[in-house]
């Protein structure tokens, strides 16, 4: 068996954590958060648009880093190990919902 030698890019990204214009999350499909943000927390578009990058840049550095991130009420975001898929050299980002959230989501008491 081959020795495992880390996920391709991770280091590169790791390393350029400082460059936003390198690993900058598309926020365009999020309008509706950053709207909320805005209409609840009185920020401007722009700062709401950065929370929204700062926020996924955390989630996405941390789980490289090997981390799960935990969100209560929420999920579990982790990275599914490349040496058990059958593409080993891509990364596989997953988010495991909490049961009280599926529960809210399907009207379930």
Do not use: W
Request: hydrophobic fraction near 35%; aromatic fraction near 12%; charged fraction near 30%.
């Amino acid at each position: 068996m081959e020795d495992f030698e880390g996920l391709p890019d991770i280091e590169e990204f790791l390393s350029n954590q400082n460059s936003e214009n390198d690993f900058s999350i598309r926020t365009n499909e999020l309008d509706h958060i950053s709207d909320a943000i805005v209409a609840h927390c009185g920020f401007t578009k722009e700062q709401a648009t950065r929370i929204i990058n700062m926020f996924f840049n955390e989630i996405r550095y941390h789980m490289l880093k090997g981390y799960v991130i935990d969100i209560k009420k929420l999920g579990s975001f982790y990275i599914a190990s490349p040496k058990l898929a059958k593409n080993k050299k891509r990364v596989f980002p997953k988010f495991k919902p909490k049961k009280s959230l599926l529960k809210e989501l399907n009207n379930e008491k």
